[in-house]
């Protein structure tokens, strides 16, 4: 019998799992996969000096409880450099006109007081604001939520902005060992504190009544008095997990209004670092890309792209999110790899076969494919703040639940999962 038993191990599942733990509470955490970390998926490749992530890579930000794990820690981030480079029907544009567009755009949406999706609110808007205005908001909006603009509520995305802008979200940072130095330390302190980790563990059924709870896996049966429940809110919606008796009528009601976002991310390794020699001649003259950090390129398949700036490596991540990465993720790899490949030909203005020459290695998960993700991360709809709001409720004082589809404003983010977990935690500890 366990105080409380944790069903996910990634981020929010750890750090619960550790202040659990820390506190005098008998935990344990229950893993489907065979790794803990969920979505957070470090790559060692021992063809190069830094990792390869798989899924989360940035720090957006400066999150304070993931900087006091950071450096209790005593890991190293470095500053990503923001140096971005626009691409306009097909010419490179100024940074600072695609930003002017996002903030004048931004600006306009927080005064509407009526939600709606971000389409509708682009549709609504005067004839002076451009085509293409719109067009780069939209890849803006749908890239950086993997939503669909046509679902998207403009006032999730306003909560979203001001979160960030509280956090100095205009910056970004990288572990220089990878994001799973992190869960790996986690994972540490909880074992340290005695909170039992049972991988390749799949629940399959919660039996409950106030204060006591059946847990019910393939081979095993678990008790404990309270469960906090930190799997993807798309699990959730294809109802994996089977509640005995039902959750209540507004918790469900929540998570099935709630979306769950597309993204794709792939990483290639080439001989070398082509691109920092390479001058594009343009009507304002010659560019070069030797310190390229990200690179957009709207009429791409894979419209953004960075580089390991600061960090000097021949690697290369696209991303696509929202509509057009859930069209992709549902072919094949080569065909992804393909597409992605085109995306540079078009971005450098080389043949794809000379890219394909170059390229050494290729670096993909399917997240939208993945049986225990499902996709990328969460976002709000059109009046979905209140559904959120429901989905992190507790039921009973004894079902609980965390991840980064409850954590207000810092949806979709590491830094929101860790913060629902501490939060969880907390509630937890106050009804004992």
Not at 5 to 27: F, N, P
Not at 62 to 80: C, D, F, G, S, T
Not at 222 to 230: C, E, F, R
Not at 407 to 412: L, N, Q, W
Request: net charge negative.
């Amino acid at each position: 019998m366990f105080d409380v038993v944790i069903i996910g191990a990634g981020i929010s599942g750890l750090t619960a799992a550790r202040d659990l733990s820390a506190a005098g509470q008998k935990v344990a955490v229950l893993e489907a996969r065979s790794r803990v970390g969920g979505r957070i998926y470090t790559h060692h490749d021992p063809e190069g000096r830094l990792p390869i992530e798989l899924g989360a890579e940035f720090i957006h930000g400066r999150p304070r409880q993931l900087l006091e794990i950071i450096k209790e820690a005593k890991l190293e981030i470095e500053e990503v450099p923001q140096r971005h480079w626009y691409f306009a029907n097909g010419h490179l544009a100024k940074s600072g006109e695609f930003w002017s567009m996002i903030d004048d755009l931004m600006g306009r949406m927080r005064k509407e007081t009526s939600d709606q999706s971000f389409r509708e609110f682009l549709d609504s808007l005067p004839g002076e604001v451009s085509a293409q205005a719109k067009q780069m908001a939209t890849r803006y909006v749908e890239g950086f939520h993997a939503a669909s603009s046509a679902q998207i509520g403009i006032h999730g995305v306003s909560v979203a902005n001001k979160a960030a802008e509280s956090i100095d979200g205009d910056r970004s940072f990288r572990l220089l060992e990878g994001y799973y130095s992190v869960i790996n330390w986690l994972l540490e302190k909880a074992e340290s504190h005695g909170t039992l980790f049972k991988l390749n563990t799949v629940v399959n059924e919660l039996r409950w009544k106030q204060g006591m709870v059946e847990i019910v896996a393939a081979h095993e049966h678990w008790s404990a008095s309270k469960v906090l429940i930190t799997i993807p809110l798309s699990l959730l919606q294809a109802e994996s997990i089977r509640f005995w008796p039902s959750l209540p009528e507004e918790k469900l009601t929540a998570i099935s209004k709630l979306m769950m976002g597309s993204a794709l991310r792939i990483v290639f390794r080439f001989s070398d670092r082509f691109w920092e020699d390479l001058k594009l001649e343009e009507k304002n003259g010659v560019e070069n890309f030797s310190k390229l950090g990200f690179v957009h390129y709207p009429e791409a398949p894979l419209q953004t792209w960075w580089t390991t700036l600061p960090e000097h490596e021949p690697i290369l991540v696209g991303w696509v999110g929202g509509q057009a990465a859930a069209e992709l993720l549902h072919r094949s790899d080569e065909e992804i790899s393909d597409a992605a490949l085109k995306s540079l030909s078009l971005i450098f203005r080389l043949s794809e076969s000379e890219l394909g020459d170059k390229l050494k290695s290729t670096f993909f998960h399917n997240w939208e494919t993945d049986p225990l993700a499902r996709g990328a991360y969460a976002y709000l709809p059109v009046n979905g703040m209140a559904y959120q709001q429901a989905l992190a409720q507790p039921v009973a004082e004894t079902l609980f639940f965390a991840g980064e589809a409850t954590c207000m404003g810092h949806i979709g983010t590491v830094h929101g999962a860790l913060m629902s977990g501490k939060s969880a935690a907390q509630t937890i500890l106050a009804t004992i």
